[in-house]
Every structure is written in C-alpha cells, then in structure tokens.
C-alpha cells in the first residue's frame, strides 16, 4: 500500500514508520506543525511540535531513507483542539486534548488529505492494535492508548494502522537504537502538548479571564471564592483554596461544577460515586449500533476508571448504567465500552460524559441477549 506515517518527532512515530517501511509498504513522511510558533524549543519531556521536533522527526525519515514533508495545520488544530479545550474548561467541563487531535486532526483532517493525495493509510505510533478492522488495546497496558482513539469511526479505523501496538514500549527502544535511530533514547512527552509550562490553570486564566464564584459544602455553605470554574475538575482535591479538612477531619473534592452561576460544589469522597453515565456523540467502532442494552466495561479516564456496565445507544448517546461505582467521572471526557470477555481489550464504542446519576439503579440482567455478552 501507499502510507502516509504521520512523524511526531519521537520514538514510537519512527519505528511505527520503520515497520512500514519493512512490511512493504510505500513510505512517506510528515510531520504535523501544530504550533502556532514552531521556533519554540521542547522543554525537556514538556511540549510537542516543536522545532526540535521537526528536525528529529525529518532526521529519522533520512534514516528509512524515505520522503518526509511538513504540513502546517496550525490554525485547525488552534480552531479543534485549543479552542475546544478552552471552551470545555469555560463550561465546567473537563475535556481531553488528545482524544479531540485523533478525532479532528490525525484522523480527520489528515486522513482526508492523504487519502486525496492518494494514499491508502496513515500509520502513527499510537500504542493499540488492529486486527480485522476491531480496535484493541496495546500489549502494553501502561501504555495502551485505545482509549483516546475510541472517538474514531469503523471508516477512519479502515485506513489507520498502529504497527507498535503489540510491544513493549522498552522493546520499541531497543529496536529504534538497532535501527540507527537517534530518538531512541527520547523522552515520552508528557502533559498537555500545546502547553509546556505544565501549568494548565495559568493558561487557562489568560485565555478565560477571571470569573469569580464561589466554593459551597454539601449543604450549601460558603466555604471560600474562587476566580473561576476553569481551574477546578471532579474529584479534585487539592487546590480548593479551603482552609482545611471538614469537619470530620476528612478531605474534601470537587463533585459538581456549575459554570453559569460560578459556584464549585465540594463533598467527601462517597459524594464522587457515580452509578450511571451519560453521553453524548456516541461512536460504535463496528460501525453498527446495537439494538438494545449490551454488557461491558466502562472506561472513563485514559488510565484507569473501570467498572463492569450495561450500556444502550439512547438518541445519538448512550447511558451507561456501572454494576460497581465510579469516582471522578467528569463532564467533557469519554467513556469508553470494552467488550467483556477474558481478555477486556476489544473498544466497542465512545460518548463524551454530559451528566452522571449517584443514585444506585436496579435493572433486569436478562435485557441482555446471550449474543450481545
């Protein structure tokens, strides 16, 4: 096939692109220029899409010997991902920049030009695997990022391909250093990309401003005041601007986040459980959606947050109704559905969280048809 390897400038993008280049395949090279400023220098493992970047990423499609170009797709990433981030965070909502950059610009924007320019696929160096069109997770589970690729479509997923997603990620080291590759030994970037400094609360306050409110007990009492809903998520914990613990020595969390009259709810940790989730825009990787409530397992964070469920497609979203308890489920994230078998690594679909029920719920198991487990 004609491939498009989509080269970030590191280690798993550069052997992703190796594998395809040795699986036969006819290689091209990009690298996506995101930043808004591509002088800027990565900072240690903080940032992405830098000038460093680009010239690890250029190096190493010297290396495989293949074409390699530069597309600037600053201003849709600014419009899809940044925007979007900012806007969520004004929301109260707490959203994920990476699951929106697959959906909107690794997948989508990306995806379409190649394929216009004729090629057949776009391999990344995202850690899953594909087989037969089903997405899983990786083999390596600290690394999985089945997750965050869950928004894509049964189309999308049709013309991606994920080489590094059956290997540890030191295997994928050693093999990058076998290679001649000089990003062998690359810091993983961690963080959010388009913002280096790691401080998300500061930037979020340049862009949003000050929008003062207040910071309430379970029963309504002014604890404190706040400059705004951005710098707050479900669950957390510290930051809270509170004096101390409550008044049975226990900590407090964030566990509601009104964005129109500004005010952040705070309770103890029982005050986090969830019992039902519901979601918006759901995508069912298959490309089928079921016809009634199916079993599986609920995903409702990047790394960890799992519980067995039963969900059902309702008007374009999903409710998920949990068998066991979540905590920290925010508004603006994903939930993700496993299929629930032995082995839990098969994505069956995604909706972005708009909403939560803390109240236990009963249903009748036998809903679920024997097919459908």
């Known amino acids: ?96 920049p990476c699951l929106r950059c697959n959906e909107k610009i690794k997948f ?13 696929a776009v391999v990344t160096g995202h850690y899953a695997r594909l087989e037969d069109g089903v997405l899983r997770r990786a083999v390596d589970a600290d690394k999985d990022q089945s997750y965050v690729l869950a928004v894509l479509t049964a189309d999308q997923l049709s013309r991606a391909m994920f080489p590094v997603g059956d290997t540890p990620k030191p295997r994928i080291r050693e093999e990058a250093a076998e290679r001649g590759l000089a ?54 914990r510290k930051g809270l601007g509170l004096p101390g613990p409550a008044a049975d020595g226990k900590p407090r969390y964030v566990t509601g986040i009104d964005p129109v009259s500004g005010d952040v709810h705070v309770g103890s940790a029982k005050d986090l459980e969830v019992w039902t ?16 409530p199916i079993e599986c397992v609920a995903q409702v964070r990047a790394h960890g947050g799992t519980a067995p469920a039963v969900a059902e497609a309702v008007d374009g979203g999903l409710v998920v109704r949990l068998r066991e308890p979540l905590t920290g489920v925010a508004r603006g994230q994903a939930v993700v559905l496993y299929r629930p078998d032995a082995y839990g690594d098969e994505v069956l679909g995604s909706g972005t969280i708009s909403g939560t029920e803390r109240e236990p719920h009963s249903y009748a198991s036998e809903l679920v048809s024997d097919s459908a487990r």
């Not at 250029?58 to 201003?75: E, T």
């Not at 990306?110 to 216009?116: E, F, G």
């Not at 989730?277 to 009634?292: C, E, F, K, M």
């Open 277 to 292: 989730v519901l979601a918006d825009r759901a995508i069912w990787t298959s490309g089928d959606t079921p016809s009634g």
């Open 108 to 120: 989508s924007a990306l995806a379409d030009r190649a394929v216009a320019l004729g090629f057949d």
């Open 183 to 236: 990003v062998a030994n690359k810091p993983d970037s961690h963080d959010i990309c388009f913002i280096p400094s790691g401080d998300t609360q500061a930037f979020l306050g340049a862009k949003i401003g000050i929008r003062p409110g207040a910071v309430l007990d379970a029963d309504g009492t002014k604890l404190a005041d706040h400059e705004g809903v951005h710098g707050f998520t479900i669950g957390q």
């Open 1 to 96: 096939m004609r491939v498009l390897a989509a080269m970030s400038g590191g280690v798993d993008s550069a052997v992703a692109a190796a594998r395809a280049v040795d699986a036969g395949h006819e290689v091209v090279g990009v690298h996506l220029a995101l930043s808004a400023n591509p002088g800027t220098l990565r900072t240690g493992s903080r940032g992405c899409c830098s000038k460093e970047d680009s010239g690890d990423a250029r190096r190493a499609a010297d290396v495989l010997g293949i074409p390699f170009y530069v597309w600037d797709f600053a201003d849709r990433f600014k419009e899809d991902v940044i925007d979007d981030f900012v806007a969520a965070y004004a929301a109260g909502e707490t959203p994920n």
